[in-house]
């Protein structure tokens, strides 16, 4: 039986953005403590007209990857097969491979036909993009059909899966914590100072992306009656609109209850991001529509609890009426009421025992233990 020694991660890596990066990199910092591991990023990972910001960030190295090789032009079909033949130069036990859209299709395909004999397994972010397109389910199941194992982390995931690939093994596991964002370890005093903020009001955070699935309107719809309820409340919405600002800035003012919010428009650098889940008393993300959230695990890094909607993982991860509450989708009333409930019935210290207590499910190393037991397995 061949015994696990030597992997390779194909995946973005510090100074990549996202939460994608910053998951590869925590998965490989877990893993190099019992494996050798050689990380093989991007040299180009969007063409600009994709993505025309920025896509790294070079101001928090917590996520670097010592020894990390850029060698995947995602854009260059000449550059594939060279690149797959480096990965197998390697001389890997197994690869991993992050998924998470089909643009990365042909790139994977022709890369990975050059490891055969090796197991590949998909992490799966997402088995179906969020915004779908023509394609996208043909370019992913010609894709994932390359591996010989999936991990998943959502009950969505794993139906959308079974239709396209049912005999694809796969596991399903919680999404591990974002816990690399305490840089400084600052308290709650300070972090509100930096923003601002008094230590008496109430502080609701949205965090992230605003994207429609994100669901943000019914934060907006939801804003009048917290305000009616709740004494001194402030809502945080930080992130990048993405040229969408006018037109939540008209959601805010036509609910009257535009004073009650703080808007912080623009991507937030990693170095950036402590004060805001430091200072926070509840993180809500009322998405239409979800796989899972980096948000919710970078909140419970911070031991911050989370008011969340029921759709995709994020009941799997958000235990209602324990570390959070979970809301119906769509529906602005039900996601005041609990917000209210959360803060008239004072259960933001009680949640966050309850946070810290089920750290050691969404450990890194039970990510790991799953890959290596499968590894296990399949030699057996």
């Known amino acids: ?30 893993l190099k403590k019992n494996y050798e591991v050689q990380v093989f990023s991007y040299s180009l990972q969007y063409p600009k007209f994709m993505f025309k910001k920025e896509q790294k960030d070079y101001g928090n190295r917590t996520f670097a990857v010592p020894g990390a090789e850029f060698v995947i032009n995602t854009a260059n ?23 998470w859209h089909p643009y990365f299709a042909p790139c994977y395909q022709a890369m990975l ?16 993009p969020h915004e779908r397109f023509p394609l996208d389910k043909l370019l992913t199941k010609a894709t994932l059909k390359k591996g010989s194992f999936c991990i998943l982390h959502s009950k969505l995931d794993a139906a959308d899966l079974e239709k396209m690939l049912p005999h694809m093994p796969y596991v399903r596991t919680v999404l591990p914590t974002y816990n690399a964002f305490k840089l400084t370890g600052m308290g709650r ?22 994207r429609e699935y994100k669901g943000l309107r ?14 001194d409340v402030k809502i945080f919405v930080v992130g990048d609109f993405a040229g969408k600002r006018p037109e ?26 402590e004060p805001y889940f430091a200072a926070a008393d509840v993180c809500v993300c009322p ?31 958000v235990t209602d009426g324990v570390t959070g509450s979970i809301v119906p989708p769509q529906n602005a009333s039900a996601l005041a009421a609990k917000i209210n409930a959360y803060f008239r019935d004072r259960k933001q210290e009680i949640y966050r025992k309850n946070v810290e207590a089920e750290q050691e499910r969404f450990s890194w190393h039970h990510t790991a233990d799953l890959i290596a037991e499968q590894f296990g397995k399949a030699q057996s």
Not at 218 to 231: D, F, G, N, T
Request: charged share 15%.
């Open 1 to 30: 039986m061949a015994e696990l020694k030597k992997i390779a991660v194909v995946g973005p890596v510090y100074p990549y953005k996202g939460g994608i990066s910053h998951y590869t990199g925590l998965l490989v910092k877990e």
């Open 77 to 99: 079909p000449m550059n594939w097969g060279m690149a797959g033949q480096t990965i197998l130069s390697s001389q890997p036990d197994l690869v991993i491979v992050q998924w």
């Open 113 to 128: 036909s050059r490891l055969k004999g090796v197991p590949v397994y998909f992490v799966c972010h997402n088995v179906l």
């Open 189 to 210: 005093a300070e972090a509100r100072s930096r923003l601002g903020i008094r230590e008496q009001t109430k502080m609701i955070l949205f965090f992230g992306l605003v």
């Open 218 to 231: 019914y934060l907006i719809e939801a804003a009048p009656q917290i305000k009616s309820a709740v004494e």
């Open 248 to 273: 939540y800035d008209a959601m805010m003012q036509k609910s009257g209850a535009q004073d009650i919010f703080e808007v912080r428009d623009g991507y937030v650098p990693d170095a950036e991001i």
């Open 287 to 317: 998405y239409i529509s979800a796989t899972q959230s980096a948000i919710v695990q970078i909140a419970f890094g911070f031991g911050l609890p989370v008011i969340a909607t029921d759709v995709g993982g994020l009941p799997e991860v």
